[in-house]
């Protein structure tokens, strides 16, 4: 394998970002427009006004109480400003670099970033790394998919530049089809396998992609109570195969808003597949069950939550990742085939 060439800065970031045996062990808090509308919904329910302290003083409670379980926690600096304040100092730092959702009257879902950042703005703030998530549809028209390419080649260039490492999450779509479909479920280890071998390319610059199980766990067969299924469970683990084969880079598992037992079913999987996955960014699965909490019984009930099944979620994942995840510095054949550079020689 060709050695691996890092600047010293990335190469410590990285770690920073890892555990003691290199794996991404991260929880993502980043969410703004989806928790925003959780909340309310939840509000509504419970006869509550919303506030968007709610979303502020969550964030950091959350933070303060389950980051220090974590190797790096994923917030933005919009709503997120209270957590990366309450976050253990051990723990890495990953920010948010792209607005929330997108413009649902422009074909193509495009991306954007936040106007009033940059790479080393985010690093004077503290971040140990920078992350954007795009929709990608590789069958998309080549006047869409341009567009986000160049994009992607702009973002990783720019923490190239600022010696920082870049997180890019991929999130597979079709406008014609419902994303929780059985329609999308058949297509959609095509369209995450598409979107990894574009963006895994050594031309985007980026260090780790985060990425989506190539698969929908409704529709493998025996995993639901459904009798409709997309996959058997033996399709499920070659896709998994499938995708670790396009990787030149790190890359770790979104978790998507599954619920926590099939995500840890997911990772076991993925690690029965031999997929040399280098660890997780879970938001949902570790936390979601608590928003309904904190707007009904305020902050007694979320730590209280936190403390015990937050915890318990945590300790789960983390124990799976230890048995299946792999270090990120071996998706550049091990430590010993990277060569850290002082960039400062080069100033």
């Given at each position: 394998m060709t050695k691996k060439f890092m600047s010293k800065e990335k190469y410590h970031r990285m770690m920073a970002l890892s555990d003691d045996h290199g794996v991404i062990n991260a929880m993502a808090l980043d969410q703004r427009g989806s928790l925003v509308k959780g909340m309310k919904t939840a509000a509504e329910k419970y006869g509550k006004v919303f506030k968007m302290d709610m979303v502020y003083d969550f964030k950091e409670i959350v933070s303060k109480e389950l980051s220090q379980l974590s190797s790096a926690i994923l917030l933005d600096d919009q709503m997120g400003f209270k957590g990366i304040k309450a976050k253990s100092e051990d723990t890495g730092l990953i920010m948010s670099y792209e607005k929330t959702g997108y413009d649902a009257d422009t074909p193509g879902r495009l991306p954007s970033l936040i106007p009033d950042q940059s790479a080393q703005i985010m690093v004077q703030r503290g971040?140990?790394?920078?992350?954007?998530?795009?929709?990608?549809?590789?069958?998309?028209?080549?006047?869409?998919?341009?567009?986000?390419?160049?994009?992607?080649?702009?973002?990783?260039?720019?923490?190239?530049?600022?010696?920082?490492?870049?997180?890019?999450?991929?999130?597979?779509?079709?406008?014609?089809?419902?994303?929780?479909?059985?329609?999308?479920?058949?297509?959609?280890p095509e369209l995450v396998l598409k979107s990894v071998q574009e963006f895994t390319q050594d031309k985007y610059h980026i260090d780790v992609l985060k990425v989506e199980v190539p698969f929908n766990p409704t529709f493998v067969k025996g995993w639901s109570d459904s009798d409709n299924y997309a996959y058997t469970e033996d399709q499920a683990k070659d896709y998994f195969k499938q995708l670790d084969d396009e990787m030149t880079r790190p890359y770790i598992f979104l978790s998507g808003g599954v619920p926590t037992p099939i995500f840890q079913r997911q990772l076991k999987l993925a690690g029965q597949a031999g997929a040399k996955f280098n660890g997780v960014l879970s938001g949902r699965a570790t936390?979601?069950?608590?928003?309904?909490?904190?707007?009904?019984?305020?902050?007694?009930?979320?730590?209280?939550?936190?403390?015990?099944?937050?915890v318990q979620n945590v300790k789960e994942l983390t124990e799976i990742l230890s048995e299946n995840a792999t270090p990120w510095f071996e998706a550049y054949g091990g430590m010993d085939n990277i060569e850290v550079v002082d960039t400062s020689d080069l100033k």
């Open positions: 971040a140990d790394a920078l992350k954007v998530l795009v929709y990608y549809n590789p069958n998309d028209p080549d006047e869409i998919n341009d567009v986000k390419k160049a994009f992607a080649q702009r973002y990783g260039t720019e923490g190239l530049g600022a010696q920082t490492p870049t997180f890019f999450e991929i999130v597979t779509y079709d406008d014609k089809l419902d994303s929780k479909s059985f329609e999308f479920a058949k297509i959609k936390w979601l069950e608590s928003v309904d909490i904190w707007i009904k019984d305020g902050k007694d009930g979320l730590v209280d939550w936190l403390r015990n099944k937050g």
